[in-house]
């Protein structure tokens, strides 16, 4: 087991502060509906489903008063779910799984998965429109935490283009998640590894441009998904369903709208970002097929998960499906 999985599972043991709480109803609060803490792995556009989900009151339909809090990086977003600091958590996966090898007896159980494609893209100095993966031989790279999602993926698409991670480039990875966008523009790297929509903030303040998603070129992976502890699942899973229900009426408003008119509904969470912005980087995540038409976790895209954990060094032995995803809520959501 290498030291960065060690270091994840101690801090999810031990605790963590949180970011600060952000009340996310787009309508009045009412004391007759059940209130729901959701923390997240990060305040991206690429979750643009469960912002719409938000912002068109399909929470509050199902009777969920939701509270959503960023954690600012999975092993934040795990260790509030197992100290109790949050029922549902969003994030990679792993996340679960390195918890669930640790031995933890209330573990973590994914019911609900968003995405289907990595929402991050590798952004280079300069416009790169023959851009290949072998260019980032000999070359710098801001990367992510080792043992998360986003390095993983980096490093498997390097892997399949014949790219030694270790010895053919140089990834530094002591930047904290959400802050490689701001070093970038002062930092010496080549490269950095980004989400929306820091990605397009780079670009329109000229400090580097796009030149690969690694969701295209990763594949189909199951990159996000809601958990919640085998104890709040057993104890409520009236709210489980109902928290599913209003993900999955999210999904299918952003696979059935166009780019426009999801930027417009989803703008209050991007107070900062203007609609036309919003609307061209939803357009780049439609056209890479990010959002699954409907939340079920299936056992292949689990097994393929492990894969990559276990070719990136973080996992020794494979954890059960049957234990860490459940289904029962996501068909019924999809009915």
């Known amino acids: 087991m290498r030291k960065a999985y060690r270091t994840f599972i ?10 600060s709480l952000t009340a996310c109803g787009s309508k009045t609060k009412s004391s007759d509906l059940t209130p729901v803490k959701l923390n997240e792995v ?5 979750y643009a489903p469960q912002y719409a989900a938000i912002e068109l009151g399909y929470f509050e339909d199902e009777g969920i008063d939701l509270t959503l809090v960023n954690g600012a990086g999975a092993d934040k977003v795990m260790t509030a779910l197992i100290s109790g600091d949050a029922d549902i958590g969003f994030m990679g996966s792993e996340a679960s799984i390195y918890t669930y090898a640790n031995g933890s007896q209330d573990y973590a159980v994914n019911f609900a998965q968003l995405t289907q494609r990595a929402g991050n893209f590798l952004v280079g100095r300069s416009e790169q429109p023959d851009f290949k993966w072998a260019d980032l031989k000999g070359k710098k790279v801001l990367g992510g935490r ?5 390095e993983m993926v980096f490093e498997y698409i390097l892997k399949k283009n014949g790219i030694n991670p270790a010895t053919d480039l140089t990834i530094d990875q002591s930047i904290n998640f959400g802050l490689t966008a701001a070093a970038f523009t002062s930092n010496d790297a080549n490269y950095t590894v980004e989400f929306e929509p820091f990605a397009t903030g780079l670009e329109k303040e000229g400090n580097g441009f796009v030149v690969a998603s690694l969701g295209v070129d990763s594949g189909y992976i199951p990159y996000t998904a ?3 502890k085998k104890s709040y699942l057993e104890k409520n899973p009236a709210t489980i369903q109902k928290f599913t229900n209003a993900i999955q009426k999210g999904l299918e408003y952003v696979n059935s709208h166009s780019s426009e008119e999801i930027a417009k509904v989803i703008q209050p969470q991007f107070k900062e970002t203007d609609v036309k912005t919003i609307a061209a980087i939803v ?9 699954k038409k409907d939340t079920v976790f299936n056992k292949d895209s689990f097994e393929l998960l492990e894969n990559i954990l276990e070719e990136a060094g973080q996992l020794k032995d494979r954890v059960p499906y049957e234990n860490l995803v459940t289904t029962e809520y996501s068909e019924k959501a999809a009915k």
Do not use: E, N
């Open 146 to 150: 080792a043992g998360g999602m986003p």
């Open 42 to 46: 990060a305040h991206s556009i690429f």
């Open 226 to 228: 809601y958990s919640a």
């Open 10 to 19: 101690m801090a999810v043991l031990t605790g963590a502060s949180l970011l």
């Open 283 to 291: 357009d780049r995540y439609k056209a890479q097929d990010t959002w």
